[in-house]
Structure formats: structure tokens, C-alpha cells
């Protein structure tokens, strides 16, 4: 009790609360900037923290509040951008498409109600479960993570509906991707190339900007049109009655926000899987499904409430056992380290006072970012009335800087301009993206558990482990289930509904005349043609094929299971695609955004104007380097999409941002090494 109250006592000590004010606005910093992470922040900050301040609960619990308090924010470029980060995937998913309809105040109103509920959630679980939750904790091995981990491959299903062979092919396909790097067990390189820097495996937030974020951006450049339609509501009066609503469905808060503790508190889970699995879950218990995928707000909302409390799960095993929840849980046990501190049985009486400040710090750094949110929101929302070129112009360069900052290799172009590349033909194609992302970021995780708990135990042993058995046999259960929400059958033929305006419209009102104008599609229906879709689908089975024949020529024994395995999964279900699409069958409603600007007066000619930008661009990279290079891109979108004074303000405005990001940002705050360019005077060295 002494500790508890000693802890409390900081309450009153200016240090603290200038600590915790600091934190929370290096959290509303990474939330706003796309691309930077709290993680990069505390790689960066850790050494001043811990050299420059002496207390140290007062240096670990600004470093959690920082890591705890980040999530709510990042909202803001998904929503209003179409500009998802790591964990942000499902709000730029469904959030994005309500800003087009000039909902983006409203939106991220619900958001802010929402994520605060889960973080308070998550503190108060946080406050309840240290002390009881080891056992459970501890039952958790290499077999149940890679369990929970397959429990994630099941949400597939959900994400997948009226596109389950694509969404099943597509997330086989992730699962291959995560495979790229050194294997765990036999350190066998895979798909590297011979680079260095693909040892670890593709880098998250280059390859979820190429695949989610660039694909948007082209697509909505263009359509030339601003974010939202004219009358969208912006202000913060809108702000409000979002928040008004978000405070009704205080329900999913809790569900979600519990289970997000609960997922944040198993090791190895990161936060882009509990974006989907939160998701899914709140798919699965709702009535009406119809709208998700459309631009839903209750789906945003099952996301946002899970991931900020899984921060509070995640620091259960980083204070219980020293075993960091996530990445940016990693510095606060550093910290900790560095102050003398040991995780573990201590935190619970020696350090108490540190424990309970650290939940105190979680819930009110929650509350602070959620109130600065509301009151910046009403502002920032205007941005979706600006001419998407214009955004484009900006955002399209800083999506290069973040995925480069990420890795600092030029090998970061390579991945961001492959993965959009791919993006833009899933959206023009309909082969939904979510299951390929949700694939890639749990393939490493399964492939090392999986192989991991057979080392340990043994096959026998892996299928005796009684919470082993059982997490197996939900994912079974979910993904049964979602199989049958996903009315799979259907998906290639059309209904009656949308068959007799056809046929109405060939034949008039005559009987006899529908009749035969009927049998003539359904003939149509059964006609076989190489249609651009079946040429992706066979580039899809091409790549597996490749993909296949070198993991069964050139890895080890161990280290091409996975691969041939997936590979093997790949080739069998786009082939069934691949009928599919040679008939002509139609592909039904999928949980994701096609392209927008489809059917738009002019659109091949702006897509070849934007393509040959952007490759030019890409040239201008390695010519005269990406520091200056980005600084040029502003300059094509602005005048070849825009006209009259906007096209010359658009000008003015785009070029001094990136410029400042590149000064300010990159050189100043971040200290980026550049990569040299070709042509040696452009060096920034």
C-alpha cells in the first residue's frame, strides 16, 4: 500500500506532468505524420530519456504513456488522407470511403469517443489482470501462438465474402510473401536476391503503403475531385455529434477493447493483426453485414476500440515477465534495464508505485490525445474539400520519404513501387487486398511458432497441448462460419435481379421476346474468353510457379515446407480462379476499395499522364537522389490535373511542403542518411 501511495504522490510533482505532457505531444506528432512510428520515436528519444532524467518512474512512464497513447491519432491520415500506417488498415479501409461521402468529421468524432473508451478499457484491465494473470501467461508457448496466429488466417473468411477463392488465394499469396528473408530454423536465405537488407523480410510499412496507400492516392489523383462531395459538413459542431455516437456504442468498446487486451497481451501479436482480427470479430456479431467493406462506421469502430487497449495487454507480459508485448514495449524494458529495474514479480510490490502510475498515465494520456483530437479535427477535416491532386501532389512524394525512412536503403523504392503496382491490378481486377496483408504480416509469426513448438514437442506433442487444440478448433469453427455468411456459391452468376433489365432492355415487354433475349445470356454467361482478369490471375500463378520451383531446388529441408506448401496453395486456388474468370463469371462484392476513378470521362489518358509521372519520378530517384527527386514530383500533378488559380495556388502550396518536410523532417529531427544518387553533385553528403 505504501508503494501505491508513494506512486499516487507523483500526482503532485511538475516533473511528471511535464514528462507526460511531452509524451503526449510526441504521440499526437507520430499520429499525424504517416509513416513515423512510436517505435521510431523511442529508438530515437530512449538514450536522452534515460542520460537526462533521473527518475525513473518518471522516465519509464513517459515512455510508455508515448508508446500507449500513439494509436489514436493515426486516424486522422487514414481517414481524411486515405494514408494508412501499420495498424491503421481497417480505418483507411472503411474510414476513408465515409470521407468521400463527407463524413470524415463525424467519423473520426466516433473514433476519438471510442478509441478513449478502449484505452480506459484497456488501463483498467490492466490494473486487474497483472496480479492474477500469470498462469495463463505462461500457458502460452510456441504451439498456442502459432495457433492464435492460424486463428488469424481464419478471419480470411470474413474478409473475403462474395471473393472467397480470390480472398483465400490472395491471403496464401501474403503467407508467401512473409516467408522472404532468413528462415528461423534453418537460416536458409529466401527470395532475398542477394540483399541484405530483405534478411529481415519485406519491410511492413513500405510494403502497406505500396499495397493500401499509392494505389489510393493514383486512383483519386485521378478522378481529379476533392476528397468529399460539395456539402460535406467539416466543422467541429460535427466533430461532436460524432462523438455523440461514438458514445453510444460504448458496447463495442468494451467487447472489443477487452478483447484487444487480450490479444495485446499474447507476445509475437502485433498490432496490424489486431486491426483485422478485431474487425472480424465485430463482423461475426453483427446482424447486418451488408455494409462492410462499403464504408462502414461501426467497422471502423471495432477496429479502433481494440487498438488502444491491446497497448494495455501488450505492457501485461512486458511488466509480468519481461517479455515485450510489441516493439515499442522493447524500450521500456531497455529503460528499465537502464535504471535497474528488473521486470517481473517486483512490479507488483518494490515498484508498484511505478505500475500504478503507468496505468494512471495510459488512461488520462488517452483522454488528453482524444480531447487535442477533437478540437484539431474540425480543422484538419477541411483538407477533404482540397482537390485530391493537390493532396496527391503532397502525400505521393511523402509515401516515398516514409517507406524509405523505414529501411534507409533504396531497396524501400524497389518494395513501395512493386506493391502498388500489384495494389493498383488487385483494385482493377477485384481481388480483395486485406487478406493479402493480414497473410503477410502472420506468416513469419506462424512459420516460426509452427516450427519452433515441432522442435520442442514434436507433432504428437503439438496436438496433445489441450489450449493448442482448442484455439485450432475456433479458427475451424470461425472459419466455417464465415464461409456460409459469405453466401461462396453465389459468386459468378447473375441473380434475376440484375439479368432482366438486361434482358428488358434487348427485348421490350413481349414474353416470347424475354424468353429468348434470357437464354442468350445465360449462353453469354458460359462463353469462354482470356479477359484481362484471367491474364492477372495466370501472372498470379506464374509467380507461385517460380516461387515453388525455387524453394524446392534451393532451400533446405526445413526451410521449404512453408514455401512449397504456400506456393502449392497459390497455384491450386488461382486455377480455380482462373476458370472462373475465362467463363466470365462474375465476381461478387469483396472487403475493399475498386477504383474509383473506373468509367470517368478521359481516365486512360489521366492514368498514362499519372503512371508516366510517377515512372519518371522513380528515374529521378536514383538520378539525382529522393531527397530532391520529391521535390520535383509536386510539380506534375498540380499542373497537369489542375486548372486557373487552383492549378498556380496548388503550385505554391505543394512544392514549400515538401520541401519544409524534407528540411525539417528528414534532415532536422530525423537525421536521414541519404542514399547517393547517380549524379554526384546532388549528393547530400
Known sequence: MS???????????????????VAVFMAVFVGLLPGVSATLVMALSISFIVL???DPLIGIVMLATLTGVDNTLDSIPAVLLGQPGGATQVTFLEGNQLA??????????AVYAVSAMGGLVGALALAIVIPVIKPFILAFGFPEI??????GVAMVAALSSGAMVKGL????????????GIDPISAAHRYTFGSLHLWEGLPLIATTIGLFALPEMIDLTMTRRPVAMHGAVVNNREVFRGVRYGLTKWNIAIRNGLFGVFLGAVPGIGGAVVDWLSYAMGIFFSKDKSEFGKGSLDGVLFAEAAQNSKEAGQAIPTLAFGVPGGRAWAFVIVAMLAYGITPGPPMLDRFADITIMMVFSLALGNLAVTVIGMFLTGQLAK???????LIGAIIIPISFLSAYLSSTDLIAIYIIVSAALLGLLMKQYKWPRPPLLLGFILGRIIEFNFQSAISIHGMGGLLTRPLTIVLLILAVAIAVTFSKMGNIGTAGTLSDEETMP???????????AIAGAAAAVKTRQRTWALTPAAIFTMAVIGMAAWALQEAWFGFPTRGKVFPVSLSLAVIILSSVQLVHDLRRGKTGAIMDIGMRSAGMEGVVKTALLIIGWVAFFVVLIFVIGLKWATMVFPIGPTLLFLQGRTRWIGLAVAVPFVVLFNLIVMDYVMAVIWAEPLIPFFSTR
Open 3 to 21: 508503494e501505491l501511495l508513494e506512486g499516487l504522490s507523483y500526482l503532485g510533482n511538475g516533473g511528471y506532468w511535464a514528462a507526460f505532457a
Open 52 to 54: 537526462n532524467i533521473e
Open 100 to 109: 468521400r461521402r463527407g463524413l470524415a468529421a463525424h467519423t473520426l468524432g
Open 146 to 151: 502459432a495457433a492464435m496466429a492460424l486463428f
Open 169 to 180: 488465394a490472395a491471403a496464401a499469396f501474403g503467407l508467401l510473401l512473409g516467408t522472404i
Open 383 to 389: 483538407l477533404t474539400l482540397i482537390p485530391y491532386p
Open 502 to 512: 438486361v434482358v428488358r432492355g434487348a427485348s421490350g415487354d413481349d414474353p416470347a
